[in-house]
């Protein structure tokens, strides 16, 4: 075995004197002039309050005024296995001019957004889905009459794009996003997530080849692959025009889990909470925080009262719609031979302590190979590298190996994912060994249509483990790679907290997982998702279901394969409670089948028709479909000019912001700074040298 060392050889001391001097004017002049450009950047491009969630310009005088501000709050209400929350946005024009804000913003995969509310001082005005289109043409054409207007259309996966137009100066207007929230549970424990910034997402380069095979021994490390080399930008590029820094958040929930809890608590953030019996009323400790990562809430039942079961309904209409949650029982954990493939992310938005979370991650799994293992190591950024050509056994040398690999990597260049799913999933494991890939990334990808395509037709009988890392991954990302992949994820967003997190992936790799599931029910109905996926370690199966307006469910029974053998389980689907919006989610799933089946080739014609009046008859925001929602009075005078302010969404927590699209002031203020240092410092050098 022999390992690749690129080695970075030193030129010798009169050589590089020489080359000193030969450059010593020219180099030093173009020290300063870059110094000089970065500090111009920094005083030009942004206020130095940037970061505060106001925008301030300077004066001719020198002093500062404030442009405009926004503020967020955040209200949850969670009731069982559903919660409902509503997004209250306050745009304040303290600028001279008329002004149009735009913001990204992130809200949790699954949501069903439904609602748009306009408050302009004691008015409201309540918004309408329309077809995208109309309701971009509404929007526009009550912008150029002056009329005040709010627009929320889906950007991409869980991020929607936020407008509001002709705020006149010195005035407030508020707009309230609502939307229908499935509560998550798994591993013995509830939580809710609301993503209060994103990750920035990279477009990958348009390639869907596999990198070419290698000739060396399957023993030797490979080569970085053949797959192109493309450096392409953010895809989500800010708007032009003034920017805001990213908004202060408030956030309050209200709880009722209905079961007694042993504890309620937050790993992201400092709670006050209140109980009175079963009901919380939850808020955070320091009442106002930055928008820098993800807020997850998390309950744990007493263990006399975890639940294997429940079924809710929502009666809406001449329409009825159920919500079944089961527990299957656990399995004792099994010596299962494996081909363990690890594929680690190592672009530049994986930069600080993602990339140093994933590192562990990695590691542990790597310790957790046993010899009658065989496994594989995969890193990716604009290029794929792998470090055997085809998966090796578990020798300790070869692990040895692998763990020293990992530790030297680092976080640069793009995501271009594509080329290392291909690879990952190119190979069929060996005859008794069960086929695992653990894909840690934080999911920064644009435009995920390509992946998930590759995920289901080259998938076979391997299994797809995502692990999100950071701070904000892209949990729409995560979730549907595992679905897809017929694995499961897991996020890690806290170095602290690589080992727990990693511990339960163990669990769900060890034990056999409950596949080939089917659902029988004694009346007809329409069930997301279509296909059940397979189930493991401490996850329940969650199906939300379309019934016939008078269905008297009964029992049904599911049945499935368990470690090899016919596995069956009656179910008691009598009415165990009522919850509202489920029509909503339903159909939030009906939609996203639908955009799969777009995605997969389908007749466009048909399926999108279906799809715009799904959302339309439940009143959801899709790619097809827009809450816009216009004032009737104009207000702007025609020869006023509409200044456009663009909000930052802040930096993940934890990253390094030259992975961010727009880099903000006081970065550019230390890079200037940094880079008059070492221009001081090379030319002092270069007068010793002399």
Excluded: C
Excluded at 145 to 152: D, E, F, I, N, P
Aim: no cysteine; hydrophobic share 45%; aromatic share 6%.
């Amino acid at each position: 075995m022999r390992k690749r060392v690129r080695s970075g050889g030193r030129e010798s001391a009169p050589a590089a004197t020489a080359v000193i001097r030969e450059h010593s004017a020219m180099s030093t002049m173009l020290r300063f002039l870059f110094a000089a450009a970065l500090l111009g950047a920094a005083a030009f491009a942004l206020p130095a309050t940037a970061d505060s969630g106001s925008l301030e310009v300077q004066r001719g005088d020198g002093s500062h005024a404030a442009v405009a501000s926004l503020d967020t709050k955040v209200d949850l209400a969670i009731n069982g296995l559903v919660a409902e929350v509503r997004v209250t946005q306050r745009f304040r024009n303290d600028g001279e001019a008329w002004q149009q804000g735009e913001y990204l913003l992130p809200l949790p995969e699954g949501a069903a957004v439904h609602a748009l509310t306009l408050r302009i001082g004691q008015r409201l005005i309540v918004g309408e889905v329309r077809e995208k289109e109309a309701a971009r043409s509404e929007f526009a054409a009550a912008v150029a009459s002056g009329r005040k207007a709010s627009l929320v259309e889906a950007h991409s996966a869980n991020l929607f794009r936020t407008v509001i137009a002709n705020v006149a100066p010195g005035e407030s207007v508020e707009i309230e996003i609502g939307y229908w929230q499935q509560v998550d549970f798994r591993d013995g424990e509830f939580s809710l997530v609301f993503p209060l910034t994103y990750t920035p997402r990279y477009a990958p380069a348009q390639t869907d080849a596999l990198p070419e095979p290698v000739s060396e021994p399957a023993s030797e490390p490979v080569s970085e692959s053949k797959a192109a080399v493309v450096e392409t930008t953010t895809a989500i590029t800010p708007a032009a025009g003034a920017r805001i820094g990213s908004p202060t958040i408030v956030i309050a929930a209200t709880l009722d889990a209905g079961l007694p809890l042993a504890r309620v608590e937050s790993a992201t953030h400092a709670l006050a909470i209140r109980q009175n019996g079963q009901h919380y009323a939850i808020a955070l400790a320091d009442t106002v925080v930055a928008a820098d990562r993800d807020f997850v809430l998390r309950w744990t039942p007493q263990p006399s009262a975890t639940p294997t079961a429940a079924l809710l309904r929502e009666r809406s209409g001449d329409e009825q719609f159920a919500l079944l949650m089961l527990l299957p029982p656990t399995q004792p954990a099994g010596a299962m031979p494996r081909e363990l493939v690890l594929v680690i992310d190592t672009s530049g938005s994986m930069e600080g302590s993602s990339i140093t979370q994933a590192r562990a991650a990695l590691d542990l799994a790597l310790q957790h190979l046993t010899p009658v293992d065989r496994f594989n190591v995969i890193q990716f950024n604009s290029r794929t590298t792998a470090l055997f050509d085809h998966a090796v056994p578990a020798a300790a040398k070869d692990v040895a190996l692998a763990r020293e690999w990992v530790a030297g990597l680092h976080a640069d260049g793009g995501t271009e994912m594509l080329p290392a799913l291909n690879l990952a999933l190119r190979d069929a494991a060996p005859t008794g060994y069960l086929r695992q890939i653990v894909f840690v990334t934080d999911g920064a990808v644009e435009q995920a249509d390509a992946l998930y395509t590759a995920i289901e037709s080259q998938l076979g009988a391997s299994r797809l483990f995502p692990v999100g890392i950071g701070s904000a991954p892209n949990a729409q990302f995560l979730r549907k790679a595992a679905e897809l992949g017929r694995g499961s994820s897991v996020v890690i967003r806290d170095l602290n907290a690589v080992g727990e997190s990693m511990q339960q992936l163990f669990a769900k790799l060890d034990r056999p997982a409950l596949r080939d599931l089917h659902l029988d029910l004694p009346v007809n109905a329409e069930v997301y998702p279509q296909r059940l996926p397979d189930l493991y370690h401490g996850e329940p199966l969650l199906l939300i279901a379309r019934l016939a307006p008078n269905a008297v469910v009964g029992r049904g029974r599911i049945e499935g394969q368990l470690a090899g053998a016919p596995w069956s389980q009656a179910l008691s689907l009598d009415l165990q409670g009522q919850a509202q919006g489920l029509g909503r989610l339903w159909a939030q799933r009906k939609i996203e089948a639908l955009d799969d089946a777009l995605r997969r080739g389908g007749d466009e014609t048909a399926l999108r028709s279906e799809l715009v009046a799904v959302a339309l008859r439940h009143h959801l925001v899709s790619r097809h479909t827009s809450l816009v929602a216009v004032d009737r009075t104009p207000q702007r005078p025609a020869d006023a000019p509409l200044q456009t302010v663009a909000v930052d969404n802040e930096a993940p927590a934890g990253s390094v912001a030259f992975a961010q699209t727009a880099t903000s002031s006081r970065l550019w203020l230390a890079l200037g700074l940094l880079a008059l240092l070492v221009a001081f410092l090379l030319r002092e050098r270069e007068g010793t040298l002399r």
